[in-house]
């Protein structure tokens, strides 16, 4: 079975940067979806960016478009997420899930389809 695991989290001033790690084991990720999620306390869990399993193609949410980017490495079996100009309303729990055999190879920003999950890394923007 395919497990994730995060890590970069921590503790940062507002405006500050960190870069997240997810490291898949079991399988390769060559075949799924990646997205990163994350939970504030109280509120629903929200797709924050994801990228494809064809041609690794990128997503983000209103929210984080322009601050956030996402990337890949298959032959590492690892996924990242690169935050920049962090805000307060930034500070959750930060997932990395996965989607095996996304139908025609897209990601997306719903938690629906993705069937595996790390168990998340916290994120604590200072103001």
């Known amino acids: 079975q395919l497990q994730l695991v995060e890590s970069g989290g921590g503790l940062v001033r507002s405006g500050g940067s960190l870069r997240l790690s997810c490291a898949a084991s079991?399988?390769?990720?060559?075949?799924?979806?990646i997205g990163w999620f994350r939970q504030a306390p109280g509120k629903e869990r929200e797709g924050v960016s994801c990228i494809s399993s064809a041609d690794a193609i990128p997503y983000y949410s209103d929210s984080v478009r322009g601050r956030f980017t996402i990337s890949r490495d298959n032959a590492k079996n690892m996924v990242y997420l690169e935050m920049n100009s962090l805000k307060p309303d930034d500070t959750a729990v930060y997932y990395c899930?996965?989607?095996?055999?996304?139908?025609?190879?897209?990601?997306?920003?719903?938690?629906?389809?993705?069937?595996?999950w790390g168990q998340g890394t916290q994120v604590t923007v200072s103001s």
């Open positions: 079991g399988y390769s990720l060559e075949h799924f979806a």
């Open positions: 899930a996965a989607d095996y055999l996304p139908l025609q190879g897209v990601c997306r920003l719903s938690v629906n389809p993705y069937g595996y």
